[in-house]
């Protein structure tokens, strides 16, 4: 493929493969829900729910509000966290609640568990409601953790006796017992959500909504809390989740709920209401690096133009460039970074198992040796994938023998360089972070450097991994199909004449 018809390609928006991932439809309808749980009597019906916020731009105009209301002048603006919500959640159905932060989850689960008024619409629900709202929500500080569990078991309505016969296991559950007698102030937030969580499910609720909660326990007891969800679940309880980890709403929930800016946006199986949010982020987040890469390079991630330079927009990075996510004693300084194919052309697409460059220019400002010039590659997600540099490739030719090495290499004022890295991406789906650096290595021990120049967020790409057909294959044999984050270029051997009997005398 020639570089043009690669620009293109990134034109043309994600190729194929990329975009199976997010098939879902945004505005799902219903999904069909599973047989028991469409007999199942109906224990909660949201009926046009919404929640409107009187946002004040000035604090004087609430003043205003209040004393001048009769004049019928409006000194606010109406924001509505929550619109339009219909929902009807049968007996021992779950229900994941997902959406980007600000998006109304809370706001919704608050209106549930009746916490929250709501401005529009009616709630109706058959049964007892506990909620895991916030951090240890409901418990007083100064009270003792003993203390805490009766009177969350109160406001829940258990007597005294009932909270007797609970109280053992409750204790035990939280795994908190020699501080239960201590003020609650004193919990860390990993205790307090243990004891918190103990005592709502413990008091066995008809409907049990847990906000984001969870994330603050540690894995042994996130599976515990798990564990014992399935097992409310199986019992016929309900559940509403919050949660930001997509793995634990799809196999927790059968059905889930998108929300955006308030309004639900997808409503349905769980695993399609998943992907229907994925896409949601990911237009956001190539909306958001698009703007990124804008201001940096004048280029823009899924259109470049194939006759549009990278370098035209030159002096502006520079202007920029000391600022930004960057910081060092500025030395040199890395004046700009661009992806490119194999040939030089910047791209902001890479196909997986193509050969790639990374091209680091580099002003500098004072007098410089013992360089190295180093790139960092980090997903999504933020983590390291790769960290190398100019120094690493000179520490193994020193290895080998040879003198002539780029450490060696002494800069002056006014010089620039570029340093280019060849590479072949073996990395997986996902859109990937550039951060560049100057640095002075001061001796060859890798152990004292001095940060003349770092560049976070110096260039992003994006990298699809490709089903591979029979004509890419010829043009391309490195592609290789995968999932996860980077291809191990693995091979498979086989035998065939493999006697069982013969290997386990042995
Ligand atoms: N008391 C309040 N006054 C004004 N706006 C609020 C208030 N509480 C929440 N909001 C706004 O309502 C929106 C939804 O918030 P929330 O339900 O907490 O979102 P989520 O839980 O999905 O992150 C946000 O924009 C938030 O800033
Ligand atoms: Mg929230």
């Known amino acids: 493929m020639s570089s043009d018809a690669r620009a293109t390609a990134v034109d043309a928006d994600l190729p194929a493969a990329a975009a199976e991932i997010f098939v879902a439809d945004i505005a799902a309808d219903m999904a069909p829900v599973s047989q028991p749980a469409r007999q199942a009597p109906v224990v909660l019906r949201l009926v046009n729910v919404g929640k ?19 004049r019928g002048k409006k000194y606010y603006r109406d924001f509505w966290a929550l619109r339009d919500v219909n929902l009807e959640v049968r007996r021992g159905e ?29 709630v109706e629900i058959a049964g007892r409601v506990a909620a895991l709202l ?4 409901g418990f007083n500080p100064e009270f003792t953790g003993r203390e805490n569990v009766y009177l969350n078991a109160a406001v829940l309505g258990f007597s005294k006796a009932e909270v007797d016969a609970k109280f053992a296991a409750i204790v035990e559950f939280a795994d908190i017992d020699e501080f239960i007698d201590q003020p609650v ?5 990993g205790m307090m959500v243990r004891l918190a ?30 564990q014992r969800l399935d097992e409310l679940r199986s019992k016929g309880v309900t559940l509403l989740f919050v949660s930001h980890d997509q793995e634990s709403v799809r196999t927790l929930c059968d059905r889930a709920i998108l929300l955006d800016h308030g309004k639900p946006v997808a409503n349905g199986a769980s695993g399609d209401v998943l992907l229907a949010y994925r896409k949601l982020l990911h237009e956001e987040e190539k909306r958001y690096f698009a703007g990124a890469i804008k201001a940096r390079t004048g280029d823009s991630l899924g259109t470049s133009k194939p006759n549009e330079k990278a370098t035209s927009n030159t002096t502006a990075v520079r202007l920029r460039s000391v600022r930004d996510a960057s910081f060092g004693d500025l030395d040199a300084e890395v004046v700009r970074v661009t992806v490119q194919d ?23 400002r004072k007098q410089l040796t013992r360089v190295n010039v180093a790139l960092r590659i980090r997903n999504k997600q933020g983590v390291k994938i790769c960290s190398w540099g100019t120094f690493s490739q000179d520490l193994a030719a020193l290895a080998r023998g040879e003198d002539d090495i780029f450490w060696r290499r002494v800069f002056e004022p006014g010089d620039e360089f570029e340093v280019t890295f060849v590479f072949d991406c073996t990395l997986g789906t996902d859109l990937y972070e550039v951060q560049a650096a100057v640095v002075e290595e001061l001796d060859l021990s890798y152990m004292s450097q001095r940060i003349v120049h770092w560049r976070d967020e110096a260039a992003f790409f994006q990298v699809a991994v ?24 693995m091979h498979a051997t086989v035998r065939a004449d493999v006697d069982m009997r013969a290997e386990d005398a042995r």
């Open 52 to 70: 409107c916020y009187h946002m004040y731009d000035k604090p004087q105009d609430r003043l205003k509000q209040a004393f001048m209301r009769w």
């Open 94 to 122: 779950a229900i994941g609640i997902v959406g980007r932060n600000g998006s109304g989850k809370s706001t919704l689960l608050q209106i549930i568990a009746g916490t929250l008024a709501a401005t529009t619409g009616s």
């Open 134 to 137: 916030e951090l240890g929500s």
């Open 197 to 226: 969580f103990a005592v709502q499910v413990q008091v066995e609720p008809d409907v049990l909504i847990v906000d984001e909660a969870l994330a603050v326990g540690d894995a042994l007891f996130q599976k515990r809390c798990y």
């Open 185 to 189: 102030k004193t919990y860390s937030s």
């Open 466 to 489: 490709q089903r591979p057909d029979e004509l890419t294959v010829r043009e391309h044999p490195s592609r290789n199909f995968f999932g996860g984050v980077c291809d191990l270029r």
């Open 342 to 364: 194999a040939n030089g052309a910047p791209i902001s697409y890479v196909t997986s198992g193509d050969a790639m460059r990374i091209c680091v220019r580099v002003a500098v």
